[in-house]
């Protein structure tokens, strides 16, 4: 096991902080321990986890990184004293999310507006990515403990495009609950591979004749594990739950999306708020989902896999539940 050097003796890495201004965190920043399991705990975790939501990038910027070029600076605590040190970083999508319209749903939209807000419904995506560190070219890979979310369009995928007031506020509410390590174990590279999300969408709850409709919150949690490969880098694997967290589901290696339906996940919403005259929607919710995953496994049975090769849950067991999953150990549900 590669140990990370001394300038992990503090965890400042992960405060994401700039070498301007910027001053040392605290002891296993943005490390986590357990995992939320509970109705309470995780609509908790959500909000105690509101600085932690996804990091926009800026239109014009490069969709991705994928190279390790960016090189932030941290100002890092060595020895007593606070030094600027510099990291390779890249950043990488690891899901795409995809809208589309019922036709009922397009009837209301806005007479001025509907036709600008259907090309924006069925033109962009939103890229949800993560960064990876290593500390020099021969420092072992591992995951920044928050997410990023860019808009980016199906024609044209290379550089990130604006953030409307709708999905600013949906972005707001996929928020990372940090690097997930075991209990008692060390904080090195290899151990800082395991990212836990948890998002927080509204579901539309009455028929489509309803107008408008009514809406209750609902929560799901995602976990990013990365495995090392041949050449020294890392691969990124995505799972979500769905069904209010009853089923587990595992969504392979990311492929860019041409259009909504090769989307990770496609919503088909409505709109629920507007402004700027009424004419312009802030807020959405969702009707229901697709989800594009490789294998899907009811919780309880992943719980039983678990317990009859571990003992245990498979959250007492994440990694090596994950682990399992992506060696194909894991038999196909029923």
């Not at 390790?68 to 795409?96: G, N, W």
């Not at 990876?132 to 980016?152: D, F, I, S």
């Not at 940090?178 to 800082?192: D, F, H, Q, S």
């Not at 395991?194 to 927080?200: A, E, G, H």
Request: glycine fraction near 6%; include cysteine.
């Amino acid at each position: 096991m590669a140990k990370l050097p001394s300038i992990f003796a503090v965890w400042l890495l992960l405060s994401g902080a700039l070498a301007t201004g910027a001053e040392p965190m605290a002891l296993d920043w943005g490390v986590i321990r357990t995992i939320p399991r509970t109705e309470a705990e995780i609509i908790e975790a959500h909000r105690a986890a509101e600085g932690m939501s996804c990091e926009q990038v800026a239109s014009g910027e490069a969709l991705e990184i994928n190279d390790f070029r960016h090189k932030p600076v941290y100002r890092l605590q060595i020895d007593q004293q606070v030094v600027p040190t510099e990291f390779d970083a890249c950043r990488r999508t690891f899901m795409s999310l995809g809208a589309s319209m019922l036709p009922q749903d397009q009837a209301r939209l806005p007479f001025l507006s509907g036709s600008r807000i259907l090309d924006t419904v069925n033109g962009n995506y939103v890229s949800v990515q993560v960064r990876v560190h290593r500390h020099g070219p021969n420092g072992a890979p591992h995951l920044y403990y928050k997410t990023y979310a860019a808009v980016a369009l199906y024609s044209n995928g290379n550089r990130a495009q604006d953030f409307n007031d709708m999905v600013r506020n949906s972005v707001r509410d996929a928020r990372s609950l940090g690097l997930y390590v075991k209990p008692g174990a060390e904080v090195t590279a290899e151990a800082l591979r395991t990212l836990v999300m948890v998002n927080r969408n509204q579901v539309v709850t009455t028929p489509i004749d309803v107008s408008p409709p009514r809406t209750r919150p609902n929560y799901e949690i995602g976990f990013l594990r990365a495995t090392p490969t041949a050449d020294g880098d890392l691969a990124i694997h995505t799972f979500i739950t769905t069904e209010q967290r009853t089923n587990l589901n595992y969504m392979g290696i990311y492929k860019t999306p041409t259009n909504v339906e090769e989307c990770s996940i496609k919503s088909f919403i409505c709109f629920t708020d507007f402004g700027f005259g009424n004419i312009m929607p802030t807020a959405r919710a969702s009707r229901s989902s697709i989800v594009r995953a490789t294998q899907i496994w009811p919780m309880a049975a992943l719980d039983a896999y678990a317990k009859q090769r571990w003992s245990g849950s498979a959250f007492d067991h994440l990694n090596e539940t994950l682990d399992a999953i992506i060696a194909g150990e894991v038999p196909a549900a029923k």
